[in-house]
T-cell receptor, first 114, second 110 residues
Framework: SAVISQKPSRDICQRGTSLTIQCQVD?????MFWYRQQPGQSLTLIAT?????????ESGFVIDKFPISRPNLTFSTLTVSNMSPEDSSIYLC???????????FGAGTRLSVL | TQLLEQSPQFLSIQEGENLTVYCNSS?????LQWYRQEPGEGPVLLVT?????EVKKLKRLTFQFGDARKDSSLHITAAQPGDTGLYLC??????????FGTGTRLKVLA
């Protein structure tokens, strides 16, 4: 399995500010993903973090709002920019490619925007 | 747009009861996964089903993939408080890219 560390685990932020979430994996992985989980709801894929190139965003998500970096095969960051209360969610990092059909998730970052 | 609808959305049962959670779509998926998520944690994979009609058992949990690979079910026998959590199905939409279902929140009372 993979051990995924996300930082911070939670944060309370002011409207208009930005927060960068880090995701560190204990082994090199092919695929890294970022998801959003709004309170009491399921997971929505934000983007696929590509190593060495721009992330691939899903419909409804844009780079200006959610810039993503992936400098190597074990690390990625997601920034939530110019936050509003509607951005209050759990943001989850996941990885794939270690084992067939298996995706591992971090514990998530619980974000509250005031 | 691929959608996965789960039912029921919420379920509260007594310890020892049986239950079934359904995951339905109009789309065909090459594989389907079931996850359980507990508060403050990320989802944890329970099972992956790949073949239409496939049935997999994991202790008291039985998973079935529909013949047409559009739906799946999760059956729990003799539920225990430790089974409490959010159950999510996810259909493969590409290489390691999954569409998650709407979720079923289960509470098992002692």
């Amino acid at each position: 399995s993979a051990v995924i560390s996300q930082k911070p685990s939670r944060d309370i932020c002011q409207r208009g500010t930005s927060l960068t979430i880090q995701c560190q994996v204990d082994s090199q992985v092919t695929m890294m993903f970022w998801y959003r989980q709004q309170p009491g709801q399921s997971l929505t894929l934000i983007a696929t973090a590509n190593q060495g190139s721009e992330a691939t965003y899903e419909s409804g998500f844009v780079i200006d709002k959610f810039p993503i970096s992936r400098p190597n095969l074990t690390f990625s960051t997601l920034t939530v920019s110019n936050m509003s209360p509607e951005d209050s969610s759990i943001y989850l990092c996941s990885v794939g490619g270690l084992h067939k059909n298996i995706q591992y998730f971090g514990a998530g970052t619980r974000l509250s925007v005031l | 747009t691929q959608l996965l609808e789960q039912s029921p959305q919420f379920l509260s049962i007594q310890e020892g009861e049986n239950l079934t959670v359904y995951c339905n779509s109009s789309s065909v998926f090459s594989s389907l996964q079931w996850y359980r998520q507990e508060p403050g944690e990320g989802p944890v994979l329970l099972v992956t089903v790949v073949t239409g009609g496939e049935v997999k058992k994991l202790k008291r949990l039985t998973f079935q993939f529909g013949d047409a690979r559009k739906d799946s079910s999760l059956h729990i026998t003799a539920a225990q408080p430790g089974d409490t959590g959010l159950y999510l199905c996810a259909g493969a939409s590409g290489t390691y890219k999954y569409i998650f279902g709407t979720g079923t929140r289960l509470k098992v009372l002692a």
